[in-house]
Each structure stands twice: as structure tokens, then as C-alpha cells.
């Protein structure tokens, strides 16, 4: 018995003194790189191989090159100011539908520092293509003609109006060469020199009431404009200048405003009845997705980085909703397509329009019921509350970050 276990037990010894000298042989020695470990099949394992590049895009004449096909939003952001802006007053520009005027905040000290007249309906105020002036669309309602502000960005004063029928909103071409008034109650879109403002022609969109907010494709081929009062979209082809085809969402029914994916592959569509954003795919204009992010959902601004959608939701499913509504901010991953964070505005409130600041960290938006201007942390969700004029609508952040404007309250490239 004691033989059989002297046996064992050199064995086992025997084995150890085995392993010890051949983990030395293998093993690496200090400051020395291991040695590659070999595959199932016998072969060292390659890097990880990277995605391949995107394919440039091959943008429509006259439009500025897109410098990433995998963000388009690759030059607005943070610090990435024009020097066709040089000069500019940092300001945020808040237009009032029923006081009929434009605030102006230093957004330094969160203060109301000027305010002037511009006449009835005031609903947004865009930066032009070449980023020189801001201008305030004035709409038609209560048999008003709407009017077309201009804003010195480097004196935060007005100009003379420019008088025509009808200015909701206002686009720019790609190419800059024209402006696209939204005549929304006429049920057209103008399209206008951009500089002089004098009409070139129309585009008639009869099955498109409520013709309001935009945005264009990757490459400027197209522009797809929500339509509020018929529950859809519908696609401008802009070498032909004509229609393409109308999308009716699947529900929800009153849609808001639209932004391209950084890709370019999709846009997302805000709809106030649906309380949430759907998602449609540009090239075969067809809805794939949808994302609920909170009652009212209205408004879409990217972060300066691309990867974020900060989404306003309005608190209520009316037109004309009340105060201290079930107002919010969702943050949407643009990789993942879903919410990340939900912030509430506390006490209740209506988010509406606006943008981002040149630096990314904080979120203006106008508070289109209760009178007020929001500014949130973009990292905290923190929210200062700042009393403004009657219905504040679309205010615009000056100067902002990117090469050029396609109009709306800062849709930069």
C-alpha cells in the first residue's frame, strides 16, 4: 500500500516539475510582448477589422461638399464658428405671436436686454444661407399680409420689412441661391432670390394643409415638408421642382418638425398626437419606426455632436394648450433610436421651439404657453426659466456653429 501511493505521489510530483519548466519556456518575459495565441485552426488571430468608410456623396451643384457621410452634422459642432459670422452679437431672438414683437436675451446673464416691434403673427426667426442676417417669418392670420424682418446679427436691430402674402417659415436651397418661403395658408412654397427676395416661382401643395417645417437630403436632391393638418409628408424632388409623393403616417395625425439622421438614411418626424417621433425612410419615402417620447412632441434639435435628439415635447395635444402642461425634453440615442433620458420641466410647462448653443451645453426653447424662454443644461437637465412676451414661438440661438444655413431656427450644415 505504502508502494502504491510513494508511486502516486511521484507522479504527481514529477508532473508539477514538468509544468513549472514549461510555463517558463512559454511564458513572456518582463517588458517582453506575449506571443500570439493560436486559433482554433492554428493561425494567430488577426485586428478587428474596421467598418469600411462611407461612400462620399456626390451632393447637388452649388452645395457645399459633405466633409462626413457618417454625420452630416460633422461641422456645427461645438466652437466650429464661420467667419461670415464675425462680429455677431451673442444673443438668443425670441418672436411673439400675440405681443407682435422679438425679445432679445443675453445668454450670458439669462436677461431680457432689448425688445422691438415687427408686426402681427411673428412665428420664427431663421439665419440665412450665408449667415449674415437673421430674418423674422410673419404669417398671414387675421387677414394680415406677412412680412419678412430683417436683423442686423452684428447690432441686434431690425430692418425694413420685406411685404408679401403669406411667411410661416422659411428654407434655403442647398445651393443657397433661393429662399423657400412656406406659405402656409396659401398652400405653397415660394421660392425667392435669397438675397433680393423677389420671387422666382411656386410650387403648389394642395394636398399638403398645414405645409410647415422641413428638412433636406444628405446629398440636396430633396426636401421632405411635414403637412400638420393632413396627417403626413410629402417629398420635393428639387432639380425638378416639382412633388414626388405624399406619405400618410400610420397614427398620431399632426405632424410637427423633421431632422435627417447624421447618417442621412432617415429623417424623424415630430407629431403632436402621436406623442412621440416616427421614422421614415428618405430614399423609399416610407415610415419604418416609431419612438414615443412624451406628450406633444414638437420640436427636434440634434446635440453639436451628432449623436444626440434632444426632442421638445409641448405637454399638450392642442394647438392652443394650456400652461403648466405635462411639458418635457427626451433625449433619443440617433444610434440606438431610443430615449436615453426624460426631462420634466418642473411645475409643468410648454416646450416649443429653438436650438442649441454655439457650445453644446445648453438647450434654448421658448415656452409657447406660458410666456416664458427655457434654458436647460444639456448635461443636467437643469432648467432656467426666463418671462418673455406673449407666445413665444421659434427663437433662434446667435451665432451658431456650421458652414451654412438651410433655414428654420438654425438647421445648419
Not at 134 to 158: C, F, H
Not at 159 to 177: C, H
Not at 369 to 379: E, G, K, L, P, S
Request: aromatic share 8%; glycine share 12%.
Amino acid at each position: 500500500m505504502r508502494t502504491v501511493r510513494f508511486f502516486v505521489f511521484a507522479v504527481i510530483g514529477l508532473g508539477l516539475i514538468v509544468g513549472i519548466y514549461v510555463f517558463s519556456q512559454t511564458s513572456p518575459q518582463s517588458g517582453a510582448p506575449p506571443a500570439p495565441v493560436a486559433s482554433s485552426a492554428g493561425v494567430a488571430p488577426t485586428a478587428p477589422i474596421a467598418p469600411p468608410a462611407a461612400a462620399a456623396v456626390n451632393s447637388v451643384p452649388g452645395m457645399p461638399p459633405v466633409i462626413d457621410p457618417n454625420n452630416l452634422y460633422s461641422e456645427t459642432g461645438a466652437g466650429k464658428i464661420s467667419p461670415a459670422t464675425s462680429g455677431a452679437l451673442e444673443r438668443i431672438y425670441v418672436p411673439h405671436v400675440r405681443s407682435g414683437d422679438v425679445y432679445v436675451i443675453d445668454p450670458a446673464t439669462f436677461q431680457v436686454i432689448d425688445k422691438f416691434k415687427v408686426g402681427p403673427n411673428p412665428q420664427h426667426v431663421i439665419p440665412s444661407w450665408d449667415l449674415k442676417t437673421l430674418w423674422v417669418a410673419a404669417s398671414s392670420e387675421g387677414g394680415q399680409m406677412g412680412r419678412l424682418t430683417p436683423i442686423d446679427p452684428t447690432t441686434g436691430k431690425p430692418g425694413e420689412p420685406v411685404r408679401l402674402r403669406d411667411a410661416y417659415n422659411m428654407y434655403y436651397t442647398p445651393d443657397g441661391k433661393s429662399a423657400i418661403v412656406v406659405a402656409e395658408a396659401l398652400k405653397q412654397l415660394d421660392f425667392r432670390d435669397a438675397k433680393t427676395m423677389e420671387l422666382q416661382h411656386t410650387i403648389s401643395t394642395p394636398n399638403c394643409p398645414g405645409i410647415n417645417h422641413a428638412d433636406f437630403a444628405i446629398d440636396g436632391s430633396y426636401v421632405i415638408f411635414t403637412c400638420e393638418f393632413s396627417g403626413g409628408l410629402i417629398k420635393i424632388d428639387l432639380t425638378s421642382g416639382r412633388s414626388v409623393g405624399f406619405l400618410k403616417l400610420s397614427k398620431g395625425g399632426m405632424p410637427q418638425d423633421i431632422r435627417i439622421s447624421p447618417d442621412g438614411k432617415v429623417f424623424f418626424v415630430a407629431d403632436m398626437h402621436a406623442d412621440g417621433i416616427f421614422v421614415i425612410e428618405g430614399e423609399a419615402f416610407k415610415e419604418i419606426g416609431f419612438v414615443e417620447t412624451g406628450v406633444g412632441t414638437h420640436g427636434l434639435y440634434p446635440s453639436r455632436d451628432g449623436k444626440k435628439l434632444y426632442v421638445s415635447n409641448r405637454g399638450s395635444n392642442m394647438v392652443g394648450g394650456p400652461p403648466k402642461g405635462k411639458g418635457s425634453i427626451a433625449v433619443v440615442d440617433f444610434a440606438t433610436r431610443k430615449v436615453d433620458k426624460v426631462w420634466p420641466i418642473p411645475g409643468g410647462g410648454s416646450p416649443d421651439m429653438g436650438n442649441v448653443s454655439a457650445d453644446g451645453k445648453t438647450l434654448w426653447l421658448s415656452g409657447r404657453f406660458d410666456n416664458v424662454v427655457y434654458a436647460i443644461d444639456t448635461t443636467t437637465g437643469d432648467v432656467k426659466v426666463i418671462p418673455v412676451g406673449r407666445e413665444p414661438h421659434g427663437l433662434t440661438v446667435w451665432p451658431q456653429p456650421g458652414r451654412y444655413s438651410l433655414g428654420h431656427t438654425g438647421n445648419m450644415r
